[in-house]
């Protein structure tokens, strides 16, 4: 299938050439490849929820209004960090960030580390303009914390994108089979702590799409992360996207063994909120509606964070982006309905979601 997608004018989000650089390949590959992991699920397929025919609920008084880092949102929904890094991609995070103000959900952009270390590039990178009332998340590769950069650094990457948060990003994996990677995670644990502990803004850790583990949570809880993002397995394989763009014919086949590598984005938020009963956590990682969506709020989650399957209707349009983000939320509100939560809070831990 080929994704050369149009904006309103006709105009093609994503060059209709091959540039080489790395964020379009990105995309482009999310887009036309098959990069899901294969031979592993989220785990949501393992919970169903038990219908409620008595729900004592209107429908239309349903709220999705939530409380996430002390910051009221509309909906305990993000677009989860993506893209960004040029005039492309940063196209790609207007009409994102344009969404999310409509509709109310949170957002994260792609890691801000080009444009830190290229001032050129910052402009795709801030959507702040865009969306100047829901939450803006930054993002940061982890392992630069090995590699030059410390606080100040960060408190750029918060600056470029106008955010109230940074994200760092642990995603040694995709690192190994990326020809441009870094691999130096040796004491990175201290690092980070550092950087949690200096800046300003609540800064959190997620994974890239092999799952965090109650264990490692909690050290990094420990270490004074404002909040975990699991995303977890049954998703996008970063090492099924760095196999399409190497060179090298031993790293292609190579990363094909970790197809199925990761931890399922269920077991991930269930072992996280166990180790941690009211420490912030986002629920991302395969997500395909909204009623994983649910699902991963009755599991902990304090919200859902989706990725890939917004990618497409981003490039195609802002009226196909709305739509999907509503679809999500009509989703979402109407598994709630049918098990008779008011509202997200009564969704966490609701007794009605049960394992198969």
Not at 244 to 259: G, I, L, N, Q, T
Request: charged residues 20%; hydrophobic residues 45%; contains cysteine.
């Amino acid at each position: 299938m080929n994704h050369t997608r149009q904006d309103a004018n006709g105009k093609s989000l994503l060059p209709a050439s091959r540039t080489g650089e790395r964020k379009i390949e990105h995309v482009r590959l999310c887009l036309n490849e098959e990069v899901a992991g294969s031979g592993i699920t989220t785990g949501f397929e393992q919970y169903r929820f038990r219908h409620n025919a008595l729900p004592e609920l209107n429908f239309d008084e349903l709220s999705l209004e939530t409380v996430f880092l002390e910051r009221k949102l509309r909906t305990p929904l993000l677009i989860s960090s993506m893209t960004g890094g040029s005039a492309a991609t940063g196209a790609i995070n207007v009409r994102l960030a344009e969404a999310a103000q409509r509709r109310g959900w949170a957002l994260g952009v792609g890691s801000v580390r080009a444009a830190v270390e290229r001032s050129e590039l910052a402009a795709s990178f801030y959507v702040r303009g865009q969306a100047p009332d829901i939450p803006v998340i930054a993002n940061i590769g982890a392992v630069q914390l090995s590699y030059g950069f410390g606080a100040e650094e960060c408190r750029r990457a918060v600056e470029i994108a106008g955010a109230d948060y940074l994200v760092l990003h642990l995603n040694g994996l995709q690192e190994v089979f990326q020809p441009e990677g870094n691999t130096g995670f040796g004491s990175l644990l201290a690092q980070i702590e550092q950087v949690c502990r200096a800046l300003e803004v609540p800064v959190g850790v997620k994974e890239v799409g092999w799952g965090i583990d109650g264990d490692t949570a909690l050290r990094l809880y420990n270490a004074g992360a404002a909040f975990i993002d699991v995303a977890g397995a049954g998703g996008t394989s970063w090492s099924q996207v760095e196999k399409f763009r190497s060179k090298d014919p031993v790293r292609r086949a190579a990363a094909e063994a970790f197809a199925d590598w990761g931890i399922p984005t269920a077991e991930c938020i269930s072992e996280v909120r166990a180790v941690s009963p009211q420490g912030a956590l986002i629920g991302s990682g395969g997500l395909k509606h909204g009623v994983d969506a649910a699902k991963a709020l009755a599991l902990g989650a304090d919200l859902a964070g989706f990725g890939r399957s917004l990618l497409g209707p981003a490039v195609d349009s802002e009226e196909a982006l709305d739509a999907a983000l509503a679809q999500v939320e009509l989703e979402l509100k109407t598994a709630m309905f049918g098990i008779g939560a008011a509202n997200p809070a009564a969704l966490r831990g609701n007794r009605r979601l049960i394992r198969r």
